[in-house]
């Protein structure tokens, strides 16, 4: 029995050995291949990662043992919030592929390569059938990679969109991985936690398209460097410069225009306006294209509304995301609205402002708004308000974990979607959304009945903004987001920052005690003042001195001696709970 452990002790220090050794010896061997589109549905872009200093190119063609075409790319060195990471990152433009054809291709560093791989190209103009993959919020210690990888590879797919929180997180710990928040059987666990979340979903990501959006979990102290770095996004620079982390892509008889929420959070909202400028400028290019290519998606991050009960943006009547973009989605008519951030699944009825205008898909006068956050997250799922608002139509936060969204564009009238776990391979929710009147929804439309309720709703929104401007609460800077206990998510902020965004969410009962207090304080001191200034008529008015008192002397009361503990002086939570409300705190737990 000893020799059997002896043996497999070996067995275990000879493969670690070799694999180390092999690191050392090849540090141009490509790792976390992963494809995207370029400028166009007719270009690809394939991005690898290596140890080393290597050279980029990329051999390709249309047989595997035709790799006759050869395009040379660009290296980056990559050291930002990656101290542990692979440093050079590679990235490869194939501009023309032929239409609806496979290829076969390989990444090369230092005649050093992979492959061959391959991937499909979409076939020409609009008169065919595209499906894809929706999903947000998946980490390293998913379980559903096995069957996403599975479900992805059936051929079926024209590309695969993960709206935003990646990895959990690309930078954590200065770039290395703790041994401890992993699977046993997840691969090399002390690799960056990047690199291992490219190498966990290669087999998929790199053979079908993978579109990427900005989540809250890639704001890396406001850098976005993993996410910038190791994402390249259609009709962008590469490293994704800040301002341009949003782009959009004709794909068959969808445009599809993916942004930033992050923006709202992040930067002091200074690229919010830029933003929504491209974004109008954009959707009305849309528009002016509705006749050959009808429908508009949008992909964004976190949510408009959700019906979850954690006191997310989504959750509060003043959120910076459905404020910066209801509108303009409404005004130039965007058709679906693909979203994340929740762990749950969510379907909301067509509605506007919160005002629900059908209770069925065919021809909605607003956009339809669907949540997919629950690929699977150390985190798991979020649970949901007991009463939820009637704009919900549906809603699934226990069985929606380790589930995805299907999108299936039939024609230009009819589209379909379904939320289908992959686990237990059953479809959770399902909806065809039939619109025959493609373009921008007007108020004029609707019911006389209806628009009244939607014009209360914007003069409740107007007081909103005046009320937070009279308080100076920062409209686009606040970051409300539960960190994760690494703080890698979490926007810097002062003490007296800190302060000032407890106070302004303090409950106003507890004000209107500290009011009444300060008032009763007051009343007592001038009742005592007044009794002695009575008892002190009665005496005779003179003063003695004392030659043994020393009058000049000042005394002070010394704090110096108060114990702080351990923690900052601004490591304090202060519970305002009320029994109905959650509690306010300063420093708070991000569990998205």
């Not at 990152?89 to 609806?100: F, G, P, Q, S």
């Not at 609205?337 to 069925?360: C, F």
């Not at 237990?424 to 373009?439: E, F, W, Y």
Request: aromatic share 10%; net charge negative; proline share 4%.
């Amino acid at each position: 029995m000893f020799s059997i452990m002896f043996g497999g002790l070996s067995l275990i220090l000879y493969f670690t050995a070799v694999h180390s050794s092999h690191d050392e010896e090849v540090p141009c061997h490509p790792n976390g291949v992963h494809i995207t589109f370029g400028d166009k549905v007719s270009d690809a872009i394939v991005m690898w990662s290596t140890a080393g200093n290597c050279s980029t190119s990329v051999e390709y063609g249309l047989g595997p043992w035709d790799l006759s075409l050869r395009a040379a790319g660009e290296t980056k060195e990559f050291t930002e919030s990656n101290p542990n990471g692979q440093r050079y990152l590679h990235r490869v433009v194939l501009k023309d592929l032929e239409n609806a054809r496979t290829y076969f291709y390989r990444p090369v560093s230092n005649q050093i390569s992979r492959g061959p791989l391959f991937f499909k190209t979409p076939p020409a103009g609009y008169e065919w059938i595209p499906e894809f993959l929706v999903y947000g919020d998946m980490g390293v210690e998913s379980d559903v990679v096995p069957a996403l990888e599975k479900e992805a590879l059936s051929g079926k797919y024209t590309a695969i969109f993960h709206v935003g929180d990646m990895a959990y997180n690309m930078e954590d710990d200065g770039g290395k991985q703790s041994n401890t928040s992993l699977n046993e059987t997840s691969p090399d666990q002390c690799t960056q936690r990047g690199d291992l979340f490219l190498q966990i979903i290669e087999d998929f990501s790199a053979r079908v398209q993978y579109l990427t959006s900005p989540g809250n979990h890639e704001i890396d102290t406001g850098s976005f460097a993993h996410y910038r770095h190791r994402f390249s996004t259609p009709g962008t620079p590469w490293p994704i410069p800040l301002n341009k982390m949003w782009y959009s892509i004709d794909i068959g008889l969808v445009h599809f225009v993916s942004y930033s929420t992050e923006v709202f959070f992040t930067s002091d909202g200074q690229y919010v306006t830029e933003q929504n400028n491209w974004l109008k400028a954009d959707l009305k290019q849309a528009n002016d294209n509705r006749a050959r290519r009808p429908w508009v998606i949008a992909l964004g991050h976190r949510p408009l509304y959700c019906s979850n009960s954690d006191g997310d943006d989504c959750t509060k009547a003043d959120s910076k995301v459905r404020a910066g973009l209801e509108d303009i989605f409404y005004n130039y008519g965007v058709d679906i609205v693909l979203q994340a951030h929740e762990h749950s699944y969510e379907r909301l009825w067509p509605q506007y402002k919160g005002v629900v205008l059908s209770k069925n898909y065919t021809n909605p006068q607003a956009p339809v708004q669907l949540i997919s956050g629950a690929a699977g997250s150390r985190h798991r799922d979020d649970p949901e308000k007991a009463q939820r608002e009637e704009w919900s139509a549906f809603a699934n936060a226990n069985e929606s974990l380790s589930s995805v969204g299907k999108l299936k564009v039939l024609n230009s009238t009819h589209l379909y979607w379904e939320q289908y776990n992959l686990l237990t391979k059953r479809v959770i929710d399902s909806v065809m959304v039939i619109q025959d009147n493609h373009g921008p929804f007007k108020q004029q439309t609707l019911s006389n009945e209806i628009n009244e309720k939607i014009v209360k709703v914007k003069e409740k929104e107007k007081q909103i903004i005046n009320n937070n401007n009279n308080q100076g609460k920062p409209s686009t800077t606040e970051h409300d987001e539960k960190s994760d206990n690494t703080g890698s998510t979490r926007e810097p902020t002062g003490t007296g920052q800190k302060i000032k965004e407890m106070l302004k969410h303090v409950d106003k009962r507890i004000a209107i005690g500290v009011g009444s207090g300060v008032g009763a304080l007051v009343l007592l001191i001038i009742i005592i003042v007044v009794v002695k200034k009575k008892r002190a008529s009665k005496t005779k008015k003179y003063r003695r001195w004392d030659d043994k008192v020393d009058y000049g002397r000042k005394f002070y009361s010394s704090y110096n001696h108060v114990d702080t503990g351990d923690k900052e002086a601004d490591d304090f939570e202060v519970d305002v709970s009320d029994g109905h409300s959650a509690a306010s705190k300063l420093l708070t737990d991000d569990r998205k």
